[in-house]
C-alpha cells in the first residue's frame, strides 16, 4: 500500500478520499483553492498545497501544478475524484509520465471510452447491446436521413466527443434532420473541438440503469450490480438508489454481463461504471461508459458491502481482488439524494451564502457525505452539489420512510437547498410506486414543488409554533400542565413538522 497520496479533489469527495486513505494507513495530502482554505477536506489531510486562486481554471485544473504538488510533497500516487481532471486522457499520462501512481484506469481506457463512437464499436465487438445506431461520424444530412429511415424515428443526434447529455438533437421527421444536424455540428464543435456527430434511434421514455464495474491488475473484473438513476433535471442527477426495482437478478446478471464485457474490452481498470436505457420491455442498451467513481457510489457499497474507494487504492497499489462474482448480491435498499444549494421554489436557482447552522441527521441506517460545514461559504465558483445523504434499510418502503426522517432532521441554514425538494419525492406516490423513468421529473416538476408552501407560509408557520413552544414553556415554569397549549405539529403535515424543529431549536 502507499505511504501517502495526493487527492486532486474539493468537497465531499476530497472528504471521503481523504478518509478511506486514513483507513488503509495512508497519510493523505490535499489541495486547495485560495476559496478553499479553510475547507473540512484541507484540514482532514496531512498535509495541503496550496493551487491558486478560486476559479477552477487556476487551481484545481492545473495538472502540471498538482503534479509538481505531489512531487513536492513525496506522495506516490494521484486520486482524482469525479469531474475536474479525472476523466482527461492527458492528466492520467502525465501523472504516469511523472513517475506516479493514477489511481483510475489506464489513460488508454479513458480514450477509448470519451469517444462515443470509438465506445459504441468496442461494445459491439464485446457483444453488449448498444442502441441501433451508427459508429461513424455522420457526412451530411442525406446519410443521416438513410440510418434513420432504416431505424425509424425518433432518431437522436449525438456529439462523438461528447456524452454527458451535451450536443444532443431528437430529430422527429426527415423535415427537420438538415438543421438538426447543423446545429449539433455547431454545438460539438464549440463544447468539444470536434464536430463528429452520429446518430442513434431515441428511445422514449427509458430508466436510467448503471452498472457498477471494479476490474484488479491481474485480470479480474466484477460488476457490482446496479444503480437506478432516473430522476434528474438536466442531465444532474437528484436522487439514486440501489438496486433498481425494474432489475431483476436475472436481468442484473445479463447487464452486468454485459457491463464486465465492455471494460474488458476497453482494457479497464479499476472502479467504473457502465450507463445503460432500459426501456419498458426489459431490453437495455450500452450508452457510455464513465471513467471515475461517480457521485453515487455510496448507494453501491451500502447495499454490497464492498468499500469502493479502499478498492481504488489496493487496486492501484497491485492488490488482487479477493471476491468472486457469486460472492455479491445486492442485500436490503439504498437511496441517496442530492443536497445541492439549488431553490427548488426558484427553479433550482443557484444560492450561494453562508451556512450559518447545519444540522446532521443520524440514527440507524444514515450517512452522510458532505464536504460543507458551519461556517462554509457557499460561492459559484464550483459544483453546487454541497453533500449526499444516504440511507439504507432493509426493505425500498423502509429506505424512503428512513430518508424521509432523516431529511426531517436536517437543517442547513444561510443557503437555500434542495431539501424540501427531497421531502416532497419521498412523499411522491409514483416514486413510492417506482413508477419513474427519466422524463418522469422534469414532466412532474411544477405539480411538485406546486405543492411546497411559499417561504411565508413557512415562516409564519414557525413564528406561529415558536409561540406555542413558549406557551408550552412558560407553563411548565409555572408548574401547571400546559393546558390547550401544544408544540405537537400533525404528523400529516411536513411543513408543520418542519416549522416546529425550526422553533424549538
Ligand atoms: C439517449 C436517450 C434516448 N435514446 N440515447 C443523455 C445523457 C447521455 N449519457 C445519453 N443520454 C440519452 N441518450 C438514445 N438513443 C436518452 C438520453 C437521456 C438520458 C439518459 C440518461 C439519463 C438521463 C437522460 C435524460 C435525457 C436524455
Redesign the pocket.
Known amino acids: 500500500m502507499f505511504d501517502k497520496v495526493l487527492v486532486a479533489n474539493r468537497g465531499e469527495i476530497a472528504l471521503r478520499i481523504v478518509r478511506a486513505c486514513h483507513e488503509l494507513g495512508v497519510k493523505a495530502v490535499a489541495v486547495y483553492s485560495e476559496a478553499d482554505a479553510r475547507a473540512p477536506h484541507v484540514r482532514e489531510a496531512d498535509e495541503a498545497v496550496l493551487l491558486g486562486p478560486a476559479p477552477s481554471s487556476e487551481s484545481y485544473l492545473k495538472g502540471d501544478a498538482i503534479i509538481a504538488a505531489a512531487l513536492a510533497t513525496g506522495a506516490e500516487a494521484i486520486h482524482p475524484g469525479y469531474g475536474f481532471l479525472s476523466e482527461r486522457e492527458w492528466f492520467a499520462r502525465a501523472v504516469r509520465d511523472a513517475g506516479l501512481v493514477w489511481i483510475g484506469p489506464p489513460a488508454e481506457a479513458i480514450a477509448a471510452m470519451g469517444s462515443k463512437t470509438a465506445a459504441r464499436t468496442l461494445a459491439i465487438a464485446a457483444g453488449t447491446p448498444v ?1 441501433p445506431g451508427t459508429t461513424t461520424a455522420l457526412r451530411d444530412a442525406d446519410e443521416a436521413a438513410e440510418v434513420a429511415e432504416r431505424f425509424g424515428y425518433p432518431v ?1 443526434l449525438k456529439a462523438a466527443a461528447g ?3 451535451k450536443g ?1 438533437r431528437v430529430v422527429h421527421q426527415r423535415s427537420e434532420l438538415a438543421s438538426a444536424l447543423e446545429a449539433a455540428q455547431r454545438e460539438a464543435k464549440n463544447a468539444f473541438g470536434d464536430d463528429a456527430v452520429y446518430v ?4 422514449v421514455g ?1 430508466r ?1 440503469v448503471e452498472i457498477q464495474v471494479l476490474g484488479d491488475q491481474h485480470g479480474t473484473m466484477l460488476h457490482l450490480g446496479e444503480r437506478e ?1 432516473s430522476i ?1 433535471r438536466r ?1 444532474q442527477k437528484m436522487i439514486e438508489e440501489a438496486p433498481s426495482v425494474a432489475v431483476t437478478a436475472e436481468l442484473r446478471a445479463r447487464m452486468g454481463a454485459a457491463a464486465v464485457a465492455a471494460a474488458r474490452a476497453a482494457g479497464y481498470t479499476n472502479a467504473g461504471t457502465c ?1 445503460f ?1 432500459l426501456d419498458a420491455s426489459g431490453d437495455f442498451y450500452f ?2 461508459m464513465n471513467t471515475r467513481i461517480q457521485v453515487e457510489h455510496p448507494v453501491t457499497e451500502l447495499v454490497t458491502g464492498i468499500d469502493l474507494v479502499q478498492w481504488q487504492l489496493r487496486i492501484a497499489a497491485g492488490e488482487k481482488l479477493p471476491f468472486v462474482q457469486d460472492d455479491i448480491a445486492p442485500r436490503g435498499w439504498a437511496i441517496e439524494c442530492r443536497i445541492t444549494s439549488e431553490d427548488p421554489a426558484n427553479g433550482f436557482l443557484p444560492s450561494t451564502g453562508r451556512v450559518r447552522y447545519l444540522h446532521l441527521p443520524s440514527g440507524p441506517g444514515v450517512r452522510w457525505d458532505g464536504g460543507i460545514e458551519t461556517g462554509s461559504e457557499i460561492t459559484l465558483f464550483y459544483d453546487p452539489m454541497l453533500a449526499k445523504l444516504i440511507v439504507h434499510a432493509p426493505t425500498r418502503e423502509q429506505a424512503i420512510e428512513r430518508m424521509h426522517r432523516a431529511l426531517l432532521e436536517l437543517t442547513i441554514d444561510g443557503v437555500d437547498t434542495a431539501r424540501d425538494f427531497h421531502l416532497r419525492m419521498m412523499e411522491n406516490a409514483d416514486f413510492r410506486r417506482g413508477a419513474i423513468g ?1 422524463q418522469w421529473l422534469e414532466q412532474h416538476l411544477d405539480e411538485l414543488l406546486g405543492q411546497q408552501p411559499g417561504r411565508e407560509s413557512v415562516v409564519r408557520a414557525a413564528i406561529a409554533a415558536a409561540l406555542l413552544a413558549e406557551r408550552d414553556r412558560t407553563a411548565r415554569r409555572a408548574g401547571a400542565s400546559p393546558a390547550g397549549a401544544t408544540t405537537e405539529a400533525p404528523r400529516e403535515s411536513t411543513w408543520l413538522r418542519v416549522a416546529r424543529r425550526e422553533a424549538l431549536r
Open positions: 442502441v437522436l456524452g454527458g447529455g444532443m442513434e434511434k431515441y428511445i427509458p436510467h438513476c434528474q442531465h450507463e436505457l450508452l457510455e427519466i
